[in-house]
């Protein structure tokens, strides 16, 4: 099934804020630099967004490729990119309707990017990609979260403030979010908003949602078998701070 390529939620005023709020963020480049060597090259990373990961493997000197549907997303990327003087192949599209020109030795998408894919059936045909996109031996790892404190507290969900980001100049991003749950559907619906405060006063308002599918470990390592994917294994981990401990599955392709 082919999509239609779109932005989704990474679009809007506030993507130029995003490396501002994911500042502190680094156990996930600390964990996908230390899983992934010079050896493992060639890498593509999906979901690469602004690049926060793929740069810090091009300047290990890793070739690392980056895919994403936000084109806002990969504009900062590029950017970038020519800052430090670095080269990539950056592909703007969705993981589901991408055909690549050579297969990877490795292919990661990294802090729950995956769980984005909105739809089981979706994520199936995602894994079946992945695995064909990868050379004979090559690997995928991922890292998957499930929303467990919320879940259990089952409480009727009310606005909370998350991230928030300020600059030199006195401007302020505040993002505040809203969550519901399809326990059935094993689907988080976050409703975000990002306000932005200059000079003193709310400047701009965004507003949208991003639907967030989970998986349990078995169910994960089965769908990873039934793409095709040998040797699954699982750790659990820290990667973000929002996501509590995750679990990182690497898969290989025989
Ligand atoms: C939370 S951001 C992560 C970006 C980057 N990996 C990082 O850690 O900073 C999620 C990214 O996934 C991308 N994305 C979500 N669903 C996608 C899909 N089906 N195909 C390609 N990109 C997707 C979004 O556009 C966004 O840039």
Known sequence: MKKQNSDGHYSGFWID??????????????LYTNLITVDDGSVLELACG??????EFLKKGIACDGLDM???????????????????????????????PNPYKTIFISGGSFQLIPSFDEAIEGLKKIYDSLEDGGKFICDLWIPWDEII???????????????????????SYFKHFNHEQQMQTGEFKYELYHNGGLAKTHIDNIKLKWYGIDEFKLMLK???????????????????VSTVYIAEKH
């Open 50 to 55: 602004t690049g926060r990961l793929l740069i």
């Open 70 to 100: 936000s084109a806002p997303m990969l504009d900062i990327c590029r950017k970038k990119l020519t800052a430090k003087n670095l080269q990539s192949n950056l592909y703007h599209a969705n993981i589901l309707s991408f055909d690549f």
């Open 153 to 175: 507290a089952n409480e009727q969900s009310t606005w909370k403030v998350g991230r928030v980001s300020e600059r030199e100049d006195g401007s302020k991003l505040i993002v």
């Open 17 to 30: 804020w995003y490396d501002d709020l994911l500042k502190d963020e680094t156990k996930d480049i600390e």
């Open 226 to 244: 039934n793409a095709g994917f040998v040797n699954v294994t699982s750790t659990k981990q820290q990667v973000m701070t929002s996501h509590g």
